[in-house]
């Protein structure tokens, strides 16, 4: 006689839902993401620390962000070639690694220019891990359960970058040199786990074809796909370069931002665990369109802003929409990519997103020189072009996806 089925509770069924049935080999990457964010202290603090406590002139510290960024701008391409060449843990780990020597190195740097080659490397280094880290989620988890895992490290990388930020807040006040060397063991777990735990997921050697970036490429829809988010990221990253910006020009204090910012988190940590599954019944194509437009709207609400209260709905706006993206543009990527390119094809969505913190500051200020309406109407018609186009993409991505799987 078959054994009855298993009744579970309401609340071990919304349980289950949300993180039941994916390989033990996803939590290793989930905690180790978790680990790698706790402890990425030092980053978001290195304007300071060049001002601060290197005595950089705020126009040399410009200068020695911009190489960071210069570097990320080659890491995506490089990483998600390494992650196909020799695979995806090496690369992941060799990437944690690196980065961990790079914020020692920079942590006892006193030269200007050994701070400025660390910072160089460091954009290099830092990212390394994220194509081999979303290829190897693809390999390991299938089609239908990617968005919902994809959803998961977004809300670990989060929950791991709020209380980074209020903790290194707290520590830098004592001085810098323990937030790089927190910010280096957090990489040097998550290399650990991952080399330790996680088997390479890389396909073998017999069932991997020949190609490269010349065939990514070729991929009109990929390509399409990825400058849609690029118009994204041109809205969405005006929150951290541009938004304090033009709060304090309104003439509210720096802690407003302080305020409206934490929402941000706040929302994303409590509604997108609980939203994340129910999201997964539809396309992710329609789902990521939806928070494109909703992200535009927000921003846009902010040309109207004048108070912290104004601005902290608008937060509260964009935000929803960046709780429907979650995991969705990485879930379309793998869905487009073959497993032997899926390093390369997340290497150039990753590129997507590098292109725009290189690009946002320039735009932003320029719009906010014109004035607030400017910036945050252009801005938000910017979501609106990427809902828009990825609308018109969702067939061809549709028609990909089921290909894939058959």
């Not at 890389?202 to 069932?207: F, H, I, M, N, V």
């Not at 074809?209 to 009109?220: A, I």
């Not at 609400?301 to 990485?330: D, H, K, R």
Request: proline share 5%; charged share 10%.
């Amino acid at each position: 006689m078959a054994a009855p089925p298993i009744q579970r509770s309401p609340v071990r069924r919304f349980v289950h839902s949300r993180v039941g049935g994916l390989p033990r080999e996803f939590w290793v990457l989930f905690s180790g993401t978790a680990v790698n964010k706790l402890g990425a202290m030092a980053q978001p603090f290195m304007g300071i620390y060049l001002t601060q406590s290197r005595g950089v002139s705020v126009a040399m510290t410009g200068f020695v962000l911009m190489l960071w960024g210069c570097g990320s701008l080659l890491s995506q391409p490089v990483a998600g070639f390494l992650a196909d060449r020799i695979g995806r843990r090496a690369t992941l780990t060799g990437g944690m690694v690196a980065t961990a020597a790079t914020m020692i190195f920079l942590g006892y740097a006193r030269d200007l220019t050994a701070i400025a080659a660390g910072m160089f490397v460091l954009g290099m280094v830092v990212d390394t891990y994220r194509p081999a880290s979303q290829a190897m989620l693809a390999d390991l988890v299938p089609p239908e359960d990617r968005p919902r895992a994809y959803g998961l490290l977004f809300w670990a990388i989060n929950l791991g970058f709020s209380v980074a930020m209020v903790a290194g807040g707290r520590l830098a006040s004592g001085g810098f040199l323990l937030l790089f060397w927190i910010d280096a063991a957090g990489c040097l777990i998550f290399g650990f786990l991952v080399w330790r735990l996680i088997p390479e997921t890389r396909p073998p050697a017999a069932e991997r074809l020949p190609g490269g970036y010349r065939d990514v490429l070729r991929d009109r829809t990929m390509v399409a796909f990825v400058l849609m988010n690029l118009a994204y990221t041109c809205t969405y990253l005006q929150a951290f370069q541009t938004l304090a910006i033009a709060m304090t020009q309104r003439g509210l204090p720096p802690e407003a931002f302080g305020t409206a910012i934490a929402l941000n988190g706040a929302l994303i940590i409590i509604v997108q665990p609980i939203t994340t599954a129910w999201l997964t019944r539809f396309s992710p194509s329609l789902v990521l369109a939806s928070g494109f437009a909703v992200v535009g709207v927000g921003f846009a609400l902010q040309a109207f802003a004048t108070t912290t209260l104004q601005y902290a709905l608008a937060v509260a706006v964009w935000t929803c929409g960046e709780i429907l993206t979650a995991g969705m543009p990485l879930a379309i990527t793998s869905a487009l990519a073959p497993p032997h390119l899926r390093g390369r094809y997340n290497g150039l969505y990753g590129l997507s997103w590098s292109v725009g913190a290189a690009v946002t500051p320039v735009l932003g200020t320029r719009l906010l020189e014109v004035g607030h309406e400017a910036l945050w109407l252009t801005t938000g018609a910017l979501g609106l072009v990427a809902a828009v186009g990825q609308l018109l993409l969702a067939r061809a991505i549709r028609n990909r996806t089921r290909t894939q799987q058959s």
